[in-house]
T-cell receptor
Framework: KNQVEQSPQSLIILEGKNCTLQCNYTVSPFSNLRWYKQDTGRGPVSLTIMTFSENTKSNGRYTATLDADTKQSSLHITASQLSDSASYICVVSAGGYQKVTFGIGTKLQVIP | EPEVTQTPSHQVTQMGQEVILRCVPISNHLYFYWYRQILGQKVEFLVSFYNNEISEKSEIFDDQFSVERPDGSNFTLKIRSTKLEDSAMYFC?????????????FGPGTRLLVL
């Protein structure tokens, strides 16, 4: 069964600090992996998308890594801001819309 | 920046009633999707729609659900006879011709509560 596991479940960090969120998946065959940011009560917003051949992709202060061999991805946030407080969701596709598997997300809270 | 819009933002209905959730995708997009997220759970794919027909649907999308693009701008999700377990946040998304579903833009969602 295709699964996407994220850790930690929740995280509190001080403003200005860095953090790393983890995503492990068992989705097969692998097509691509995306990280989304979801503010409370809002729709997810895409941060990065990576295919099998990509190891790293950056979007401003967000950097995603992918290790397709170990089926792991991470999202690194540098110099966190209060507006980074949100849930971060890892989404893996095996190809085809119904083969999309969402993680439950990591709830990040940035405090002053 | 263009965005996907959804109405209503909140809907409360009685069990067994029909509801229609509305979405206006980004104007030049050709692929449309519905997802749901039960409170505290993962986002789940429901259905994708292209060229006026369903492309793919999940096992959640049973005969109680239907989608339509009635007028070239709106994209609707109808639940014919709502059940308590249909209570969730429903997200519409759209993507353009080249990127297809890899670059989807989500709407803000409609929170449906079935009593």
């Amino acid at each position: 069964k295709n699964q996407v596991e994220q850790s930690p479940q929740s995280l509190i960090i001080l403003e200005g600090k860095n953090c790393t969120l983890q995503c492990n998946y068992t989705v097969s065959p692998f097509s691509n992996l995306r990280w989304y940011k979801q503010d409370t009560g809002r729709g997810p917003v895409s941060l990065t998308i990576m295919t099998f051949s990509e190891n790293t992709k950056s979007n401003g202060r967000y950097t995603a890594t992918l290790d397709a061999d170990t089926k792991q991805s991470s999202l690194h946030i540098t110099a966190s801001q209060l507006s980074d407080s949100a849930s971060y969701i890892c989404v893996v596709s095996a190809g085809g819309y119904q083969k999309v598997t969402f993680g439950i997300g990591t709830k990040l809270q940035v405090i002053p | 920046e263009p965005e996907v819009t959804q109405t209503p933002s909140h809907q409360v209905t009685q069990m067994g009633q029909e509801v229609i959730l509305r979405c206006v995708p980004i104007s030049n997009h050709l692929y449309f999707y519905w997802y749901r997220q039960i409170l505290g759970q993962k986002v789940e794919f429901l259905v994708s729609f292209y060229n006026n027909e369903i492309s793919e649907k999940s096992e959640i999308f049973d005969d109680q659900f239907s989608v339509e693009r009635p007028d070239g701008s709106n994209f609707t999700l109808k639940i014919r006879s709502t059940k308590l377990e249909d209570s969730a946040m429903y997200f519409c998304a759209s993507s353009d011709d080249l990127a297809r579903w890899e670059t989807q833009y989500f709407g803000p969602g409609t929170r449906l509560l079935v009593l």
